[in-house]
């Protein structure tokens, strides 16, 4: 009888522990969804110069410094001074796109420009660096090509 009480108690405590266990679901949740948190931030702070080529008031603005991230491919792409290091996957510290954002104001690669836009919060860019360190992944996410 004894017995039976204690391999009872064993396989609730085995129940209990499975269902403790956080399912692959619940890991996702905690992980930065670029589409509704990070993109929001490229959109107030960057879109402006670096999107596709489009006019605007009668002129033909380019991407500034060839780099555009409206699309995940042109993120990942990057622009002419850092191709293929804009965003480097799992390495935040590598990555330019939030290397210029932690940059000081006098630095001629802060970004946004000096005098072009607020920098950008400490939240937010230990936001973008998980995203990075998370594997950069867009989700469904395509954006412009
Ligand atoms: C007012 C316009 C403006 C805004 C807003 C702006 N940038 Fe830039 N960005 C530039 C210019 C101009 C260059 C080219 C600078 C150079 O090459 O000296 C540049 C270059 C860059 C580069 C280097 C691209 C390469 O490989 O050559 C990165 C990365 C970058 N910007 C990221 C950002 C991010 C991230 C934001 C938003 C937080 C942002 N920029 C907002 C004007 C802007």
């Given at each position: 009888?004894?017995?039976?009480?204690?391999?009872?108690?064993?396989?609730?405590?085995?129940?209990?522990?499975?269902?403790?266990?956080?399912?692959?679901?619940?890991?996702?949740?905690?992980?930065?969804?670029?589409?509704?948190?990070?993109?929001?931030?490229?959109?107030?702070?960057?879109?402006?110069?670096?999107?596709?080529?489009?006019?605007?008031?009668?002129?033909?603005?380019k991407?500034?410094?060839?780099l555009?991230?409206?699309?995940?491919?042109?993120?990942?792409?990057?622009?002419?001074?850092?191709?293929?290091?804009?965003?480097?996957?799992?390495?935040?510290?590598?990555?330019?796109?939030?290397?210029t954002?932690?940059?000081?104001?006098?630095?001629?690669?802060?970004?946004?420009?000096?005098?072009?836009?607020?920098?950008?919060?400490?939240?937010?860019?230990?936001?973008?660096?998980?995203?990075?360190?998370?594997?950069?992944?867009?989700?469904?996410?395509?954006?412009?090509?």
């Amino acid at each position: 009888m004894k017995r039976n009480i204690i391999a009872c108690s064993i396989a609730a405590s085995i129940a209990v522990a499975v269902s403790l266990a956080p399912s692959s679901q619940a890991q996702d949740a905690g992980k930065v969804d670029f589409e509704k948190q990070v993109l929001p931030i490229l959109k107030e702070s960057c879109f402006k110069c670096h999107q596709k080529e489009h006019e605007e008031d009668g002129k033909v603005k380019k991407p500034k410094g060839g780099l555009r991230l409206d699309g995940a491919a042109m993120i990942l792409k990057g622009g002419k001074e850092y191709p293929d290091e804009n965003v480097v996957a799992g390495k935040a510290d590598a990555s330019w796109l939030v290397k210029t954002m932690e940059l000081p104001d006098t630095d001629d690669m802060a970004m946004p420009p000096e005098g072009k836009g607020d920098r950008i919060s400490a939240d937010n860019i230990a936001l973008i660096k998980k995203w990075i360190t998370e594997g950069a992944n867009f989700g469904a996410w395509k954006g412009e090509e």
